[in-house]
């Protein structure tokens, strides 16, 4: 029997809110040239913290003060690469921060945000 150790759940609930997700669905190719893909926004809940500075120059890499991590209490439905997460007007790219093998036991999935800057913004989302 498997034995949940920390109550991850209620302190994700407790400091979770509404986050805006844009997710940009795949382009093609007509009349040889490219049209890039709608995007469009998806509304998920999460708690957002911002890395503490011990845990900028560990964990197998630097990270940037404008970095985040997202806890959520379910998976990102999409492809990472396809979703950038806005938080108090900025964007971020979200990245798995571990294999979520642990979430049955944690149940909460946890991303890395890295903030997006404004040319890959533009460029990906024609702003």
Do not use: C
Request: no cysteine; aromatic share 14%; glycine share 10%.
């Amino acid at each position: 029997m498997s034995r949940v150790y920390f109550h991850w759940r209620r302190l994700v609930t407790k400091y979770s809110r509404p986050i805006a997700a844009y997710v940009q669905e795949k382009g093609e190719y007509r009349d040889g040239r490219y049209h890039a893909g709608r995007t469009y926004v998806e509304t998920y809940t999460g708690a957002i913290l911002s890395k503490n500075r011990n845990a900028m120059n560990g964990g197998g890499g630097n990270y940037g003060e404008e970095d985040k991590i997202l806890y959520m209490l379910s998976p990102i439905p999409h492809l990472l690469e396809t979703v950038q997460v806005e938080f108090n007007g900025v964007r971020y790219t979200p990245l798995a921060d571990r294999d979520h093998e642990d979430a049955f036991f944690t149940g909460v999935y946890v991303y890395k945000l890295s903030q997006v800057d404004k040319f890959r913004e533009g460029v990906q989302h024609g702003n």
